[in-house]
């Protein structure tokens, strides 16, 4: 488990909420991370590290790039591994929507550009991460 110091917390606290928040005038607060297009406030990052702390949408977002980029290098240094994909939670909860509000037409060129970019047919192992009323749930598909 990865721990934050109270003279971190108290840094963060008096430097970024105290001298950046507060002159800063947008209702969101800055991107603490921020990879690809994915932006991760300081208390979702925060929050996601403590016991039972809420992992949000946007942390497993950040976190399903990071892993397919690591999954992706892991089996290029090794192709007998099993090649696995985590699907992000834009995608999975479209696909939890109620079925008689699902717009297949908007669904598809997502799943097209997404299968352009990291083929899908070559996995293994597909991973959906769903949020359900405040609970995640893994689901898997094996192809291998």
């Not at 892993?67 to 090794?78: A, H, S, V």
């Not at 509000?101 to 070559?122: E, G, Q, Y």
């Amino acid at each position: 488990m990865i721990k934050l110091d109270q003279d971190i917390i108290t840094a963060y606290d008096s430097y970024i909420r105290e001298r950046i928040l507060k002159k800063s005038k947008q209702n969101d607060p800055p991107a603490f991370i921020r990879i690809a297009g994915f932006h991760v406030s300081y208390d979702e990052f925060y929050e996601s590290l403590k016991p039972r702390g809420e992992i949000g949408t946007k942390v497993m977002a950040l976190w399903t790039y990071q892993y397919n980029l690591d999954e992706k290098d892991k089996w290029e240094k090794d192709r007998s591994r099993v090649k696995k994909f985590a699907f992000s939670t834009a995608v999975t909860g479209q696909l939890t929507n109620d079925p008689s509000k699902f717009n297949v037409n908007s669904f598809i060129p997502t799943l097209r550009r997404l299968d352009k970019t990291w083929s899908f047919a070559i996995y293994d192992l597909l991973f959906f991460p769903i949020i359900k009323n405040g609970h995640w749930v893994l689901t898997c598909i094996n192809l291998y």
